[in-house]
Structure formats: C-alpha cells, structure tokens
C-alpha cells in the first residue's frame, strides 16, 4: 500500500461547501497550522514506513518541510534510493528543491498536470495560490540555473583552450 501525502486542498471551495452545509471549514485557520499539519503527518508516515511494506510520495514545494522530512527520514535510515520513500513537485515548479533532494540520494518525481486548459488552469492556480512563497522559489531557481550556466560555460572554455 502506498500514501500520498499532499499539502492544501480546494481551499476556497472546501469552506464554501462547508459553509452551505452548515459544517465548520475543514480548512486550516492558517499557513502555520497547515505546515505544521503536513509536517507531522509526513512524520509519521515516514515512522510508518520504516518497518513495514508500505512506501509514501511527499508532494511538497515547501522547502522546509521538505528539509525536515528528509532529515527524519535520514534519521530513520530511509534515503540513497530507498523505494519507500519518493519526493514530487509540480514539473517547473521548485525545480531547486527537486534536484537538491535528488542530490541527496532521494527519489524524486515531477508530475505534470495534463487535460483540457480549462481543467489544468484551475488547478495550476490553486496550486499558485497554495504555493504563494513560490515566486520566491522561482527566483532562487533562476539564480541556480544561471550559476550552473556559467560553471558550464566555463567548463566548455577552458576545455576549448
């Protein structure tokens, strides 16, 4: 058996079904609230994973509860290519995190949402809305991408000389 742990939801949504049926919001009253939620669940599904057969996919694009769950899941003994333990992100989308993840000897997988545009659209947006520090982390991908440019550049230089 495999889980998939996911940060946010129809945020938007949810409270407005919730509120017309009378129900309290099934959302978290803030980010804080809803990191902290994710990080303990990731937590203990990685302690649920650790002795059993079952395995789980982290979908995060938050970088530090990435951090923290791939600290944990060093701690427990889970890494270097462990097939229990995978980490996802949007394709385009935290492209830092994915590659330092990999680097650090975890399994990583990008999805990428596929349909009709006024399908991927909307769930593209709520995943923007859901991810407001990603911006942020498009920017420090940016950074990245062009220092590994030029140490490539560079490479190719002095090999031609």
């Known amino acids: 058996m495999g889980f998939k742990l996911v940060r946010g939801a129809y945020m938007s949504t949810e409270r407005k079904l919730a509120s017309s ?15 902290s939620c994710y990080n303990d669940c990731a937590s203990f599904l990685l302690e649920a994973i650790t002795n059993g057969s079952h395995g789980v996919i982290l979908a ?23 097939q229990k333990l995978e980490f996802a992100q949007v394709y385009g989308m935290a492209e830092a995190l994915s590659f330092g993840l990999r680097n650090a000897g975890f399994q990583v997988s990008k999805y990428l949402p596929f349909g009709h545009v006024e399908i991927v659209m909307p769930y593209l947006l709520r995943r923007a809305e859901e991810n ?18 030029c140490r ?5 230089s002095s090999e031609v000389k």
């Open 21 to 35: 049926l009378g129900y309290q919001s099934p959302i978290h009253n803030n980010i804080q609230q809803t990191h």
């Open 60 to 82: 995060t694009h938050n970088v530090q509860s990435a951090t923290l769950a791939a600290k944990k899941a060093q701690d427990l003994g889970i890494g270097n290519g462990n």
């Open 132 to 149: 407001r520090g990603l911006l942020s982390a498009s920017g420090l991908d940016r950074v990245l991408t062009r220092k590994e440019l």
């Open 152 to 156: 490539r550049l560079k490479a190719v």
